[in-house]
């Protein structure tokens, strides 16, 4: 039969593992598709680096648009990443008729509806497995034989940087601006990380595993996304204190109610929690469907070959779809057909009811914890337990540490600004959430 | 667009349990399916007793030949298990052009050949994802998104009754007839729990995860399995002593010379190992592939819901793959296309290198460790680490456990039958394999 022919728009790291594994992993592959899968064209606007792989320099070029014409190219992987040209390049490579494999979980975050539409209206398909968890098959997994389930969560560390730097941070009792800069010379953080410690790449693949998960539209910038910029070594030491381990979640869960709660924030979770063993580089991500129950998937969450092997997968996926001569192709990109997709509404984050640990740094004199217990006590919120450190001789600021019983997020920020107008509190109030029975 | 009509044989726990995620998530399976999956007829030789679902009187048959014979039905599902007659019914189904989806993995690992022979000729697929793992959805991944890996190797935790009896007598100390007689009451362990605890349903799967991840024939009686009945709380201790613990493994690896290793035995693991910490009921599985690196699955590895879950998603990936209208439907029940499915040799037990925890029962006397250390050195089997018991006074039998650097599985065995010689050793020895670098 007919070879699969295929495009790539953008030769850079992962890029390079795609090459790779084809060339590599060919007899494989071939034996699962029945046809090879052939890298026909690579575009990119430097051709001319060694990437480390060995390809035919005709295969090069710098004219995305050899790809787009090329009627025997039959699937586009778009892996420049960002939004632009990578939106442009993809619903170029849809309107040409061309199936496409995208890692580009930014541009599925923001603009997934628009590119699904424009796949819909041309009778191809967009996979992107490789855009949450890297190598780790979740996506597929949600959309293919979970199917059954109705899923009331999915939660998971799903940004490396910030897992290695955390791991680090609590394992060495590091500081963060000091891993930061290590990560960097070492090649796990990016030469800007902001995305990554800020907490957007993982807002990105919650936006994008959420809607998988409950099939609705999210609007990405009503995801609550915090990164881990502000935790310090205090902040890590206190909650091992407290029998806890600080790590940054992706958390989306279906209330009762059909509220949808999408977040990103630094999350003290127990030490029993499998998660809190996820160290380094890796990401592990958690499910729980109403007949399946709890399933947690673990592996490498980034890098060259891990990811190579979700975007491989894809192709296959395609190529085997394609080699079958399907007659029908419905569009369902997050495995529920489009027609079916809603849009939840979001619970606003003042709604969402956690535990807390909160940091106060307090000048040492009396009246001070008589001060803060008051406020949090007419604001509705219980204190389980308190770590105070031993006590200066008079005059300095010290951490008090509280860790509440449930409570409103909203009661604990009214608590918190009333707290910081005291003129005992010498710096701002810090809250870590905590979840006790995430499931 | 028409439904898909399903027919079930066998309405048992598992069978209500489909009948029961097909009633409560209709409308979630026809969002994925674009039509509804209709379950039209149940066969089964009691159609009286009460399952806890509700259904049609009328849709329930004795004669199983009203699902072959019927024309509307395009999916047929097995839940009898066992071999027959599970087997002749699998071949009617597909012999009269039906697709086939079973959780009976004691089927597929001895007649699995001859199946998908069938079902190759007839051009109709067979789907088993929870023959493996309960709900985890472990199959679809290997078989799909993994697609381009070439993997090294596959083991895990697979066996609910195994691991919850280990774990007890892990927790509390107590003896294997003590906990198997409480899992019976408390319907953890089957009335006759011979093929769990003897290992043979862990081989049954090992040897269909095995076939699915290096695309090969196995032959399931050269499987060597063992079960948890000669584990004692003893072990369990001296295994804790030297920091590890005790979990009934199925293990497949690809050595680079591309010999199979199957083996299915209690296997000592350190307490770092992720699968340490996976108790009770539950499964993990651990892939390694080449390009994704080592993958874990976690998750409810048997029960009436997590299968449920598994059997719907192969109804999904059916019925979707109907709606689609394929033409070209090519026979890949393992992932690999039939015709390039392998018969790897397998590696002899005695071939097999590990390391060993041993327990000899000997006479408390002088020159015992002497005898013992004389005949592991003359095999070539050097000594770790020894533990031996407070002396008694005379006469009555000690343990002595010894932990060995790595050895061939034949020198053990050799060393062990001219221990067991000595008049001084009361008890046959016994041997527990060490898997310290699992990856």
Do not use: W
């Not at 007919?2 to 790291?13: A, D, R, S, T, Y």
């Amino acid at each position: 039969m007919n070879e699969i022919k295929v495009g790539l728009i953008g030769f850079g790291n992962i890029g390079a593992g795609v090459v790779r594994l084809l060339q590599e992993n060919a007899q494989t592959v071939q034996q699962k598709v029945g046809s090879g899968i052939i890298l026909k064209r690579i575009a990119d606007l430097d051709i001319t680096s060694d990437r480390g792989v060995s390809v035919d320099p005709a295969m090069l070029t710098t004219d995305v648009n050899e790809i787009f014409n090329d009627p025997e190219i039959s699937i586009v992987i778009e892996l420049i990443g960002g939004y632009e040209p990578a939106k442009t390049f993809v619903l170029k490579a849809i309107e040409a008729g061309k199936h496409v494999v995208t890692a580009n979980k930014a541009l599925l975050a923001l603009h997934g509806d628009e590119i699904y539409a424009a796949a819909a209206r041309k009778g191809v398909e967009v996979q992107f497995e490789a855009a949450v968890g890297g190598g780790i098959p979740v996506l597929s997994a949600i959309k293919g034989n979970l199917s059954g389930n109705r899923f009331s969560s999915v939660f998971g560390i799903m940004n490396g940087t910030c897992n290695y730097i955390l791991t680090r941070m609590t394992q060495e009792g590091a500081d963060f601006e000091d891993v930061l800069k290590s990560a960097m010379e070492l090649g796990y953080a990016e030469p800007d990380p902001t995305f990554d410690i800020e907490g957007v790449d993982t807002a990105h693949k919650l936006a994008v595993l959420a809607s998988l998960c409950f099939g609705t539209k999210i609007d990405f910038n009503a995801i609550h996304t915090e990164g881990i910029t502000a935790i310090s070594g205090i902040d890590i030491r206190f909650a091992e204190q407290f029998g806890y381990r600080i790590k940054l979640l992706a958390i989306g869960k279906l209330t009762d109610d059909r509220q949808l709660e999408v977040r990103v924030h630094p999350t003290m979770i127990p030490l029993r929690n499998p998660l809190a063993d996820v160290n380094g580089v890796f990401n592990a991500i958690h499910l729980t469907g109403d007949f399946v129950g709890p399933v947690l998937f673990y592996g490498r969450g980034a890098g060259q070959n891990p990811t190579a092997s979700a975007i491989v997968g894809d192709l296959v996926a395609l190529s085997r779809s394609i080699a079958a001569g399907v007659q029908n192709r419905r569009s369902a990109p997050l495995g529920f057909l489009d027609n079916t997709i809603t849009t939840l509404p979001l619970k606003p984050m003042e709604e969402i009811i956690t535990s807390f640990m909160l940091r106060f740094t307090a000048q040492d004199q009396p009246g001070v914890l008589a001060g803060i217990a008051g406020v949090l006590g007419k604001n509705g919120i219980s204190i389980e337990s308190m770590v105070q450190t031993a006590r200066h001789n008079g005059g300095q600021a010290v951490p008090i540490v509280i860790k509440t019983h449930e409570a409103r997020e909203g009661a604990i920020r009214t608590a918190l600004a009333e707290i910081d107008s005291f003129d005992f509190i010498s710096e701002k109030s810090r809250l870590i959430r905590i979840e006790d029975n995430l499931e």
